[in-house]
């Protein structure tokens, strides 16, 4: 290698064809070997450039930016800071793909802030046409401060500009893209101050990536600037923020992509799934299906489930000695469990579901899609991804709005994705709706059950937004706003993901959930198995006097049922019923149900295994399933427990009420206050009671 | 009698279990960290 070639750089993202440039500029004048001590492939190149002009050409491993995550990313950084080392370049060639230039250009913003001479090289500029992308290059060269090849090294176009461009390299701008020192201009100050010969950015790299520069370590600029990790994190996350912002503003004139004139399949299925009318139609469509199979599919596989476990709470019963043990494992740990593991099916089917349409690429033509309603409530099109998310579960979907970077918009979509309806509201609404939904089809082949099911998840997501709107116009916190979604492509969904994800997805829900509800049934059996007081302790003889007063002729069996139900109203659990019972009762609620509702205000699931618990204790007929105890519950006049008011206001309580403290503590975590949990649990328990006692007083 | 002492047993344990899940709180490690960063 001469010292008087022109040292040149070859960066670019991952599978942008930074390789087929590097083919392209050297033909088969290439040497490999690794970078020193480390296992990275080091690939050089000779370049023969007009005018006798000789290059080398050095292909860097693919990197999306200068945060390094891997020791080849590491390789990138390391060369640009060193200035002493030979293979340092005299310039760099960014190398992009014009179907991903957004996403691309942040690589190039970084390294045009490190002053050193950089050439954005566009490749794949063959597919423009067929995309329906046009670039204003001279609004882009001018913005961007640099000069651009519009390459092809399919179509071996371009290259010999690229070459120019290359020779030319001491014409081309130094200037940054952005000034670091905005992003914290006292910090920045500060550092400026105490390495005045050093470039900010530079300084700012070693920080936060740790590399080596000159002798000058990360310990000694932070021995004297020092930043706490999340702090640094934070400003890492603006300055990535401020880059974005920049390329935006850029490629709203530089870059024109006509939908319309695209030849290309996904493009034409595009036009379809985010068209204005039909994108609506076919996203509601998908989700009706969704849910008409949950319901029908798991139908067999559910029943199964109820019957075992009815039977292995006779067996227990049966074949182990009389005692509180036999009874805790048959009337409370059994049904318990169960009352989780029956849910399997349609938890498992739900997110088979949602990880097909993740896995092919339609979830974010959703996002896209319903970024243009969000809009209006005062959301960002990034608030969806949340809110769908939360469909599975409210914590990673909280934890999925660190990505919005308007604290008003992240606050508002953290304090309204509860309301999405997440899988431990399923067991919920399957089991009250299989009670008061009859199990019939409208035209021959609408379930009603399916149909419910879907107007609850439309509920939900309809309160989120209508709160989203209300919180938009009380909070007055101002701040600019954007909107970035890459669109990947569509591929069909790797059987392989699609399995790892329904497994891993539905074993956290259960054991995650299991757990809790196994030990809040424990609790629960001793609170429904001892009470205080005579009541309780001679339920037999009270009973039995009851009866012989009145001279009704009842069977033993009878006897039984009404000293079990006797004793179940005198417990430390039916007490507890009680005291809240004046709260529940315009509700439609029992005692029972009451007890159930507030066990499962630590976690909505608890309440379907809660009932199971109470409906077993004292149980002689373990083999009835949960459902049918339910359905046979009566209120004292003789009708059903369960009817359709009652069903419909237990069914929009669990829809809007703030159930579940993993969230709020997790609400807690993201907000650091209390305040913001506090403010949810409040709105959220009030307009759960409101819905729930205006269906239950309206139907009634 | 030995059916009592291990029903209460997994009593005792399943209100252990409630009361670390609900309630304990882990200390934080690293004083550098923040309330975004995950380690707490």
Redesign the interface.
Known sequence: MSNENINVALIGNPNVGKTSVFNALTGLNQQVGNYPGITVEKKVGFCKLPNHAKANILDLPGTYSLNASSMDENVVIELLLNKNDKLFPDVAVVVTDVENLKRNLLLFTQIKDLEIPVILAINMADRMAYKGISLDISHLEEQLNTKIALISTRKKQGIEELKQLIMSYKNLSTEPCLNASSMDPDYFGGLRKTFPNELVYKLWLVITQDVNFRGIEKKEILSEHRKSDSELKRMQQKETIKRYQFINDVLKVGQTIDKESARDFGTKLDRILTHKVWGYAIFFGILFLIFQSIFSWSEVPMDLIDSAFGWMSTAVQEHMPPGVLTDLISQGIIPGIGGIVIFIPQIAFLFLFISVLEESGYMSRVVFLMDKIMKRFGLSGKSVVPLISGVACAIPAIMATRNIENWKERLITILVTPFTTCSARLPVYTIIISLVIPDERVLGFLNIRGLMLMALYAAGFLMAIFAAYIFNKILKVTSKTYFVVEMPNYKLPLLRNVGINVVEKTKAFVVGAGKIILAISIVLWFLASYGPGDDFNNADKIVTAQISKSDAAVSQQELDGHIASYKLENSYLGIAGKVIEPVIKPLGYDWKIGIAVLSSFAAREVFVGTLATIYSVGETDEQDPIREKMAAERRPDGSKLFDLPTGISLLLFYAFAMQCASTLAIVKKETNSWKWPAIQFAIMSAVAYLAALTAYQFLQ | MI??L??FG??GV??L??GR??FYKKKKN????????GC?
């Open positions: 059916q009592e291990i029903a997994i009593l399943a209100l279990y409630l899940k609900f690293n004083d550098n960290c923040g309330t975004d960063c707490g």
